[in-house]
């Protein structure tokens, strides 16, 4: 019952590079979400999937895109990587509206 | 747009004793919800307890414990008989419509034995 994976776990980047931020859930839910986590700042929403096919922007998009691979799978890509996005990372995913999110291990990002 | 509000960055019980953390959130939303989650120093995000907007009864969880008022917008956990593995950042957050959460800056809960 793996339920959320993320892969990596950690990952050092310099300024410049790119790279992917893979999960996948096992559960059968329709909605999956980006979000990164920075001290004194909470969990921030970077982009969402309501459903298989549609992607939107959450509150902080500026330097990521993602991917709806199908329903299963949500990526996270950094183009173009910048030291202010050194933070951790999770993936999410939830059944239904108004139903709890489950939530992958984190990936610590560190850009130098 | 919708906010949350955790005034208490840190906060320190001792084992057994009662606490309170506090949330405030502002929405304009008819039909929304609340959760606390639970992140201990593993990392994981860890569901503590849901609420409707629209039931009033308080949500219940074991030694977790709400105090939803609506008209207040206020939403605080109570945790009881506090235990060693207790110890944890808690967030409070609120869905709506589109289900996206929208979390708090946390609370840092230390329980001392």
């Known amino acids: 019952n793996a339920g959320v994976t993320q892969t990596p776990k950690f990952q050092v980047l310099k300024t410049g590079q790119s790279m992917t931020l893979q999960c996948a859930q096992d559960m059968n839910h329709n909605s999956m979400y980006w979000y990164r986590q920075d001290p004194g700042m909470g969990l921030r929403l970077i982009y969402y999937?309501?459903?298989?096919?549609?992607?939107d922007k959450g509150e902080v998009p500026n330097g990521y895109n993602v991917s709806r691979l199908n329903k299963r799978e949500f990526s996270l890509r950094l183009e173009s990587a910048a030291p202010s996005q050194t933070s951790v990372y999770f993936c999410?995913?939830?059944?239904?509206?108004?139903?709890?999110?489950?939530f992958g291990s984190g990936t610590r990002l560190t850009v130098v | 747009a919708q906010t949350v509000t955790q005034s208490q960055p840190e906060m320190s019980v001792q084992e057994a004793e009662t606490v309170t953390l506090s949330c405030t959130y502002d929405t304009s939303e008819n039909n929304y919800y609340l959760f606390w989650y639970k992140q201990p120093p593993s990392r994981q995000m860890i569901l503590v307890i849901r609420?409707?907007?629209?039931?009033?009864q308080n949500a219940t969880e074991n030694r977790f414990s709400v105090n939803f008022q609506k008209a207040a917008k206020s939403f605080s956990l109570k945790i009881s008989d506090s235990q060693l593995g207790d110890t944890a950042m808690y967030f409070c957050?609120?869905?709506?419509?589109?289900?996206?959460?929208?979390f708090g800056t946390g609370t840092l809960l230390a329980v001392q034995p």
């Open positions: 999410a995913s939830s059944e239904f509206w108004a139903s709890s999110y489950t």
């Open positions: 609420q409707e907007a629209y039931k009033q």
């Open positions: 999937s309501a459903s298989e096919g549609t992607t």
């Open positions: 957050a609120n869905g709506g419509a589109t289900n996206k959460l929208i």
